[in-house]
């Protein structure tokens, strides 16, 4: 895999406290690990049964016997959202790439509420 060439982020010195700037350098290490893994996948995985055209198939009894289990995943692109259906396999392999993803984001959040806060806790008048 080819190495990603991009600004590198250029600030001041953080005035963080000892404990937020403890947590900033663990939540750096998290993201630092899933970005060296490359494995992160936007989107859902779910697992669907479905029905079929048959009018005498079993998946239209009672109780009805659905056809499946089938993989699909979904992600949002233009506004719209898209998909493709699975193997069992490929959604085993992509479900971790899934949770990295979220990962990722429930991190960010955290970086960005801690930056939040030190804005707010920063006492010098504009």
Do not use: F
């Not at 949002?76 to 790439?97: N, R």
């Amino acid at each position: 895999m080819g190495e990603v060439v991009g600004p590198r982020c250029q600030t001041g010195p953080m005035t963080l406290g000892p404990e937020a700037a403890a947590e900033v350098s663990s939540i750096a290490e998290e993201l630092a690990a899933i970005a060296r893994t490359g494995q992160v996948l936007p989107g859902s995985l779910a697992m669907r049964l479905t029905r079929c055209g048959h009018a005498n198939c079993a998946c239209h009894g009672d109780p009805p016997r659905r056809h499946g289990p089938y993989w699909h995943w979904t992600r949002k692109v233009a506004q719209k959202t898209v998909g493709h259906w699975l193997s069992a396999d490929q959604a085993a392999t992509y479900e971790l790439w899934v949770e990295n993803d979220r990962r990722a984001h429930k991190l960010l959040a955290r970086l960005e509420a801690l930056g939040a806060a030190a804005l707010e806790a920063d006492l010098r008048q504009p």
